[in-house]
């Protein structure tokens, strides 16, 4: 068990951790109440005097905590000293025994150098790899410690590239760490190691989902918008391939889908003969059953309870299931919509019906919304609370005439994907992004694509709550410039709606087009991961591929918007495009966390960057 803040603020912190599966209350509290320095000891002013530790260990019940005075002006090596002690017992190594009340500073490394170095190592693979990092610049022999682990580095240069190791197998690590700097190559140069192709009919409609490693599409159809069977396919070049699983006719006419493979949940969205109603039925991918752990497998949606109905899309979330109605106004000039997310293991209606264009999930409890309201502006909506946080202005005079999220479900590695890579990698939810897909009213107007960065936008907007928190909407100026980037229509020609994963983008495009149009297009890898940026990632051109960084500011305006106003972004990003046109007409592309997808008319085209196995010959050539 990882150690656990039970109190803090700016005067004191309490941490515990235990050898044991319980934690008590009473216990804790009890600990608090004894160890905690008296309030004389915080000194005249809050907050002021240095950090003192107050340590005790009981090793009867393999018991650590700590109580700190004035916690934020914990020295760097005193804050990973405690990490390290608590990690011990959490970690179930009880017979270290400390004896420090309160901690010196500069006896620190050679308690830390008492230790195995093992141990060390053992602990910091339980800590994100940021704060290995940061761990490296508190004394000489830490930073020797790390650099010596091929362990460490792995996950170091992991997290460098947008990933975590959720899990180790028996994969040696020196094994590993070369093949992470393969896959890396890989992306920087978009030459991605396998190329496969799936066939499909024409016909068949293009209702899809990509999620955690699997390709979902509709079968069977028997319209240009529904279908009866259902097939999913692992994202896996065929020489690893395992059988499909395939519905051919599921029972009843279905209009859209969403799956989990790790909760073996397949949601099919049933639309009645009458178009008057429509099913939510939770079910089984592996036997189309009802899914026990749904509290109603079938959850049945009237036209009448909808403002608008004509069409449908899910998006599952972990516990959540986001569902969106749209439709044309009356003069067909711009699309409304709203929105509702149950819990569909509890049954609980999160989000009630609401009038919003589109939203994207932020975390399992934090979503934003799109809303109409003149300003168009976003909207921060807390799933536990039920409420509208605050509302965040989009620089836009009149209303649009279609504003949607470019967004993905959550990563949950695959254990027979993992079983050939021996490892679980997932990709660090603090560098998601999210894409914005919005289309101008006015006459000759062109789409407008956005990127917004999930933790950037959570931490401007923490920021804007604190100063001022009676304020119920901001302006654009106050939060949108650092935590955007607005990319000029020539540079993106398309997006498609699945993207989007993790801190990349993939989209048609040309780089060479931010000034000048009638370039032909390409596919582009837009990467807002900073890691690589900051560890001095520059532009780059090859003979097959040109890298661009791009961290200042650009300024964006439409000189058809009536408002003429001039929009400023400055989100860094690193942009990735081979030195040739695409060799086919992509109707969509999707991008998953190994695997890019190509949809023509009558095939998909799959792009994998996982590890070739050894001795297995290259391919001949460049995918374009």
């Not at 004896?99 to 230790?115: C, E």
């Not at 192709?197 to 955690?212: K, M």
């Not at 949950?412 to 560098?431: G, H, N, Q, R």
């Not at 993106?492 to 000034?515: T, Y």
């Amino acid at each position: 068990m990882l150690p656990r803040l039970l109190c803090n603020n700016s005067t004191m912190a309490l941490w515990e951790a235990t050898g044991n599966s319980e934690l008590l209350g009473e216990t804790a509290r009890l600990l608090f109440q004894n160890w905690a320095p008296s309030t004389k000891d915080a000194g005249p002013t809050r907050g002021q005097g240095p950090a003192k530790i107050y340590i005790r260990y009981e090793s009867g019940n393999s018991r650590i905590g700590a109580a700190i005075l004035n916690p934020r002006r914990l020295t760097p090596l005193q804050y990973i000293y405690i990490i390290l002690l608590l990690l011990l017992v959490a970690a179930g190594l009880p017979d270290l025994t400390p004896s420090v009340s309160p901690m010196d500073p500069s006896s620190g490394s050679s308690l830390l150098s008492a230790l195995p170095v093992e141990v060390i190592e053992f602990i910091f693979c339980q800590l994100h790899p940021l704060d290995v990092v940061r761990c490296r610049q508190i004394c000489r022999f830490l930073c020797q410690v790390i650099d010596s682990s091929i362990e460490l580095l792995l996950r170091m240069e992991l997290v460098a590239d947008g990933n975590l190791l959720k899990s180790r197998g028996v994969k040696p690590a020196s094994i590993l760490l070369q093949q992470v700097r393969e896959r890396r190559r890989a992306f920087d140069e978009l030459d991605p190691t396998w190329f496969w192709e799936i066939h499909r009919f024409p016909s068949d409609v293009t209702r899809y989902e990509i999620n955690s490693g699997f390709l979902g599409h509709g079968i069977n159809s028997t319209s240009s918008e529904h279908f009866r069977g259902v097939r999913y396919r692992r994202l896996l070049p065929p020489s690893l391939q395992q059988p499909d699983h395939v519905w051919e006719d599921v029972g009843f006419t279905m209009a859209d889908l969403s799956f989990d493979f790790s909760e073996d949940l397949q949601v099919l969205v049933e639309q009645t003969v009458d178009r008057k109603q429509r099913r939510l039925r939770f079910k089984t991918i592996s036997t189309n059953a009802p899914h026990p752990s749904a509290r109603n497998p079938t959850v049945l949606l009237q036209e009448i309870d909808f403002a608008f109905w004509d069409s449908c899309s899910t998006l599952l979330y972990g516990d959540y299931l986001a569902i969106g109605f749209s439709q044309w106004d009356r003069s067909n000039t711009y699309i409304e919509g709203c929105q509702m997310v149950i819990n569909w293991k509890t049954g609980e209606l999160s989000l009630p019906s609401m009038e919003t264009l589109d939203l994207a999930f932020l975390s399992e409890s934090l979503i934003l919304l799109i809303f109409e309201a003149n300003p168009l502006c976003l909207g921060l909506y807390n799933l536990r609370k039920q409420t509208t946080i605050k509302r965040f202005t989009l620089p836009f005079s009149q209303p649009l005439a279609s504003a949607f999220f470019l967004t993905h479900p959550p990563y949950k590695p695959d254990p027979f994907v993992s079983s050939i890579v021996s490892e679980k990698l997932v990709s660090d939810t603090a560098l998601d992004i999210i894409g914005m897909l919005l289309t101008p009213s006015w006459s000759g107007g062109q789409d407008i694509y956005i990127v917004l960065s999930g933790r950037k936008f959570l931490r401007r907007a923490l920021i804007l709550c604190e100063i001022f928190p009676d304020k119920n909407c901001f302006n654009w100026e106050e939060w949108g410039p650092d935590v955007t980037r607005w990319f000029p229509p020539q540079m993106i020609q398309d997006v498609g709606f699945r993207g989007v994963f993790g801190s990349r983008m993939i989209a048609k495009g040309n780089l060479a087009a931010r000034s000048a149009s009638g370039t032909e297009d390409t596919l582009v890898l837009f990467d807002f991961n900073p890691r690589p940026i900051t560890r001095g990632s520059y532009g780059d051109v090859g003979s097959d591929f040109t890298r661009i960084v791009v961290e200042e500011e650009w300024s964006w305006s439409d000189a058809l918007d009536p408002s003429g106003m001039a929009v400023k972004s400055r989100l860094p990003f690193r942009a990735i495009t081979p030195n040739k046109p695409l060799k086919y007409h992509y109707e969509d592309i999707y991008l998953d966390l190994n695997t890019i997808v190509g949809r023509t008319m009558d095939s998909y085209h799959l792009f994998s960057f996982l590890p070739r196995p050894e001795g297995e010959a290259p391919k001949e050539s460049r995918f374009l």
